[in-house]
């Protein structure tokens, strides 16, 4: 069987616990290190998006396509977890990631994701106040953390939102490869961004996760994007006062969180117990 799947890192680290039933499959991805302990075999897809294209051309093994059934995997407008279940045809198994081995930083830290737009795949709407990242950014360096801030930024193809948090150690341009990240996020105290990839990735790596939600609620409400089959005790989820449920790419959502800093402050709190 080809799976043809989808070509979103966040989207593969939700996939892996599908793919796990299907064993000697081949897999359309191009991220073909979130399958590295699985028996799969990864072929090379094509895509014109800048991070998906930068790991394509990465060094590795891919296999030719074989004339066989093929399995499309898309989940439309439905929650995730629903749409992937109607594609794959089957029940999850286990939300996890691979071993990515040791952390390309030292010492205990929080993973800080700063606020960004693509030209190439707008998601402003999505994107929560940047200035609630900068002052969780700030809060937990005040507390003693160190703070390591992760992005991949070109100049008019992707940029930060100001103000961009306080960070000890800034891996902006992208230096990091997908297993170096993903490392990073494994060995994290805690995760602190918006909605986007570190939601599947703190949920497989059980690492504490402190989501701060935007706009585009209709798309990226916590009820769309997680499922009551996950593990979700370690995620907690800071939602709008009136959170906008459209499903528009540009939208003049409403994405003011009252009392903020307390409810940050408390979730600190209690991280230590989490971590």
Excluded at 32 to 43: A, F, G, Q
Excluded at 202 to 208: D, F, G, H, L
Aim: charged share 25%; hydrophobic share 40%; net charge positive.
């Amino acid at each position: 069987m080809l799976i043809k799947g989808m070509m979103g890192l966040g989207d593969n680290i939700f996939a892996r616990a599908f793919v796990k039933n299907y064993p000697g499959a081949f897999l359309e991805t191009p991220w073909p290190e979130l399958y590295s302990d699985l028996n799969v075999k990864c072929v090379r897809p094509s895509t014109k998006l800048r991070t998906q294209a930068k790991n394509i051309d990465r060094p590795h093994k891919w296999h030719k396509a074989p004339p066989s059934r093929e399995l499309r995997i898309a989940y439309g407008r439905e929650p995730i977890i629903k749409g992937l279940r109607k594609a794959y045809r089957c029940e999850p198994k286990e939300f996890d990631l691979p071993d990515f081995g040791n952390s390309p930083v030292d010492g205990r830290y929080v993973l800080v994701r700063p606020a960004t737009v693509r030209s190439e795949w707008r998601a402003d709407t999505r994107n929560p106040m940047p200035e609630y990242i900068a002052s969780a950014a700030a809060e937990m360096q005040r507390r003693g953390w160190k703070v390591v801030s992760v992005a991949d930024l070109v100049p008019d193809i992707e940029w930060a939102l100001d103000p961009l948090p306080v960070a000890d150690i800034c891996f902006h341009r992208g230096e990091l490869q997908v297993e170096q990240l993903l490392a990073l996020l494994q060995h994290a105290d805690a995760v602190i961004g918006g909605i986007g990839w570190i939601v599947p990735a703190s949920i497989a790596a059980k690492v504490p996760a402190w989501i701060i939600c935007g706009g585009q609620g209709g798309f990226n409400s916590p009820e769309h994007i997680t499922d009551p089959c996950m593990d979700l005790s370690r995620i907690t989820f800071a939602v709008p006062d009136k959170f906008c449920l459209c499903t528009l790419k540009e939208h003049n959502c409403d994405k003011r969180i009252s009392d903020y800093d307390r409810k940050f402050a408390e979730w600190a709190d209690r991280l230590p117990a989490l971590v």
